[in-house]
């Protein structure tokens, strides 16, 4: 009779954790031999047949081994197998994936880790959902036009004069039937309204006193937790007693300037550069200083230096997640340098963190804060992108201005409406909210994937595109000849809103350049307005 030998993978296995896929090697044996009891009770399945038995996985790690200290989880390992294939071409754009119970049982791994895994990989684009059909590879975007270029830096500083276009942009976009690529104003149907609406209801039912009291605070305390366990889940530990809740983002932004300048002074900040941001500038009498900025990487650091070297800059504004309008995400180490360069110069930095949840990768990217060891840096977000515009419910990290920033606070607004951010806080607590970003960031990059797929059909050779991580914004640079500020007017025509390049900066630059909105469910009507602005820049190429 012949002999059965097993000769496992390295670490201890049960009996219920034997696959084919351990088996190194295994002798030949008769047809009536079957497998004994073992001490676990387990019997494996008797063999009919003679048979060899092979190893069938992968020479790479088995997906069913479990992860040791430091090793990837189960789920991020077949994440990253799965995407492999996809990148070699095995799995072709289109094809459909395994079942989630099918690669359960191929990959030995539980229906939970499958699930896990085929989000990861929603996340990053390379898997899309069918309903009633299962997971399929999405076509990939095959970008074969350049990046934008940097711009060259400035020689001094200039105030700020906003152009009305800015006010007509923003008016455009709440037109009934005008699709605005304009305003970067995420689509209604992106938001859990009903749910959001069903809780404001039970919260002013259980409390109607707090629609006839003032709302004099510094931020309503529950929601101050929330927002500081999230910052802590992100790498970034914020004392929630030194959150300052705001009436959106922009308050913050302007609650910041205003805790670190006077008016006259001089911000360095990012070129091309969030409009709003310039309209606060402005507002305040301060001066701007446009720093060059990568597309990819953010803002230049040697000309953020060469700046602070040859001028009296008090504060920097920077964006470093999804920066608006380029989309650029800053890398870690730059954020580190970043810091130190602040340190350096003994300068104050604001960060606009609000596109911070909508990343497109595994991971929320780091703030520029969570390298803060000083309080040098005002971190200024909102739930304006991920939950509730209408809300209007901002913070501010402020650190070691948080006493300047209360008092602004008070004089300004007095304090945030405590019925919506009672609503927020039971939404959060409730646990929907990480769903609902996974859903909204699986959103956001469709429609960003869509929009360029389809700019990248109807715009002219020679335009440029960024390739935002995140985010719901795209940087188009034309080629020279195009005028963007004659594009909107004759775009305005056909009911189409634009965000001309000109609304970016205090200087007269980038007016052969666009802001896209890309926060707009894909339609046939959204693919025609794309169409028709490519027949519009051709028509001024001639």
């Known amino acids: 009779m012949g002999r059965l030998l097993f000769v496992p993978i390295p670490g201890k296995l049960s009996w219920s954790q034997y696959d084919f896929a351990k088996t190194v090697l295994v002798a030949i044996f008769p047809a009536c031999c079957c497998w004994p009891q073992t001490a676990s009770g387990i019997v494996p399945p008797a063999f009919t047949t003679p048979a060899m038995i092979q190893t069938l996985s992968s020479p790479s790690k088995p997906a069913a081994q479990p992860a040791k200290n430091g090793d990837l989880p189960l789920y991020a390992e077949l994440a990253d197998s799965l995407q492999s294939l996809i990148e070699q071409g095995t799995l072709r754009p289109g094809a459909r994936v395994p079942s989630v119970r099918t690669m359960s049982r191929q990959r030995n791994v539980s229906i939970a880790t499958v699930l896990q895994a085929y989000t990861t ?90 629609v006839g009291r003032f709302s004099m605070n510094w931020g309503y305390e529950p929601l101050q937790r929330e927002i500081a366990r999230r910052y802590l889940q992100a790498g970034c530990p914020l004392p929630h007693d030194e959150l300052v809740v705001t009436v959106g983002c922009e308050e913050a932004l302007n609650l910041a300037l205003r805790s670190v300048t006077k008016p006259g002074d001089t911000v360095a900040l990012e070129t091309p550069s969030y409009f709003g941001f310039l309209e606060i500038i402005q507002s305040l009498g301060l001066k701007a200083l446009e720093i060059p900025t990568s597309a990819r990487e953010g803002m230049c650091l040697d000309e953020l230096r060469d700046a602070l070297e040859n001028n009296d800059v008090k504060a920097v504004l920077v964006m470093p997640a999804f920066q608006n309008p380029l989309g650029s995400l800053m890398p870690d180490d730059k954020k580190r340098r970043f810091y130190d360069l602040l340190c350096e110069f003994d300068l104050p930095a604001i960060e606009d963190d609000v596109y911070g949840d909508i990343h497109f990768g595994d991971t929320r990217p780091k703030p520029l804060k969570a390298w803060d060891r000083d309080g040098r840096v005002l971190l200024c977000s909102s739930f304006g992108k991920t939950l509730a515009p209408g809300f209007r419910i901002g913070w501010i990290a402020p650190g070691s201005y948080l006493e300047r920033v209360r008092r602004l606070k008070f004089t300004s607004t007095l304090g945030t409406p405590v019925i919506l951010q009672k609503t927020l806080t039971e939404f959060l607590r409730d646990g929907g909210y990480d769903h609902h970003l996974r859903s909204i960031r699986r959103a956001y990059h469709q429609q960003m994937h869509l929009c360029t797929q ?42 189409i809103n634009t965000a001309p390049g000109a609304l970016f900066t205090v200087k007269d630059r980038y007016r052969n350049c666009l802001r896209m909105n890309c926060a707009i469910p894909w339609s046939d009507e959204l693919e025609a307005a794309l169409r028709k602005l490519g027949e519009l820049v051709a028509r001024q190429l001639g």
């Open 454 to 495: 389809a700019m990248l059909r109807y715009f002219p050779e020679g335009t440029r595109l960024s390739r935002p991580q995140g985010g719901a914004v795209l940087w188009v640079e034309f080629p020279a000849k195009v005028d963007t500020l004659q594009l909107h007017q004759d775009a305005l025509k056909h009911n």
């Open 121 to 210: 990989l929603e996340n990053r684009g390379y898997l899309e959902a069918r309903p009633q059909s299962g997971y399929y590879v999405r076509p990939q975007l095959a970008c074969f036009c350049p990046e934008p270029r940097m711009a060259r830096p400035m020689a001094k500083p200039s105030f700020v004069g906003v152009n009305d276009l800015t006010v007509q942009v923003m008016e455009h976009s709440l037109e009934p039937g005008c699709i605005s690529f304009g305003a970067a104003c995420p689509h209604y149907s992106l938001f859990p309204n009903k749910k959001l609406a069903r809780i404001l209801g039970s919260v002013a039912r259980r409390d109607p006193t707090l």
